[in-house]
């Protein structure tokens, strides 16, 4: 997040303070009630926010987690894809020579 759009966030904030102060005057609250009530809903918009990142931090939901996770998923799909073009372009024995190189038997040398 840009510093830009921290200030734009916290103008949004004051914009709505604003607009709620103005509402609860227009229903009938007095000065002082009027803004104990728009500030009363801009805290509890502000609790539910950052409940909500916390909920998407926990449950490992945020966007840069998932996006990570879907690369990595595809970046091994494409990958796999190409190992076994290349294993598959190889002769049967320089595939059997492969696979004895690679099992298990041949790495306990010790």
């Known amino acids: 997040m840009t510093r830009l759009n921290v200030l734009l966030i916290g103008l949004a904030v004051l914009v709505l303070g604003a607009i709620g102060y103005g509402a609860f005057t227009a229903v009938g609250f ?6 104990i009530a728009a500030e009363a809903v801009l805290i509890v918009i502000v609790v539910v926010w950052t409940g909500s990142y916390l909920f998407r931090v926990v449950t490992g939901k945020m966007t840069y987690m998932e996006q990570r996770r879907r690369y990595r998923e595809e970046y091994d799909e494409f990958t796999d894809a190409q ?6 372009a190889l002769s049967p024995e320089e ?11 041949s790495t306990t040398d010790s």
């Not at 595939?95 to 038997?105: D, I, M, R, T, V």
């Open 95 to 105: 595939q059997q020579a492969l696979l004895k190189e690679l099992s298990p038997e």
């Open 83 to 88: 190992l076994q073009e290349r294993f598959d």
């Open 30 to 35: 007095e000065d002082a009630s009027a803004g």
